[in-house]
């Protein structure tokens, strides 16, 4: 899968089990630049026990960004506004350049889809 904003593209991981869903970044290894991680369903994340910051988008069931978050530090709870139904972290300082703001909407491709 490959998330596309403005001509910029990342490759998608997708956590689809429930461990998956539950650790997120947790017990993986820290995303390369241009890698994302997709959670659905999911309004809240946090970063305990994570060792580097994070950016943060929610969205809603149509792609359409209901929340941002950059630079997330470690130890800390995020949730989402209620019409969000799903999140994206990014490596912390990767949406930035981007000029995402509420309400854009985000194109995610099905091409090959790396899960977890």
């Given at each position: 899968m490959y998330l596309n904003h403005s001509g910029e593209k990342f490759e998608i991981l997708?956590?689809?089990?429930?461990?998956?869903?539950?650790g997120g970044l947790l017990f993986r290894k820290k995303l390369?630049?241009?890698q994302c991680l997709l959670i659905t369903p999911c309004r809240s994340i946090h970063t305990i026990g994570m060792r580097y910051n994070i950016d943060v988008i929610f969205i809603d069931a149509f792609g359409y960004i209901t929340d941002i978050h950059y630079d997330v530090k470690p130890?800390?709870?995020?949730?989402?506004?209620?019409?969000a139904c799903?999140?994206?972290e990014f490596l912390g300082g990767e949406l930035e350049q981007l000029n995402l703001s509420k309400n854009n909407?985000?194109?995610?491709?099905?091409?090959?889809?790396?899960?977890?």
């Open positions: 997708v956590a689809k089990s429930f461990f998956a869903r539950a390369m630049s241009r130890f800390k709870v995020v949730s989402a506004s209620a019409n799903s999140v994206v909407h985000l194109f995610i491709n099905c091409v090959v889809a790396q899960t977890f």
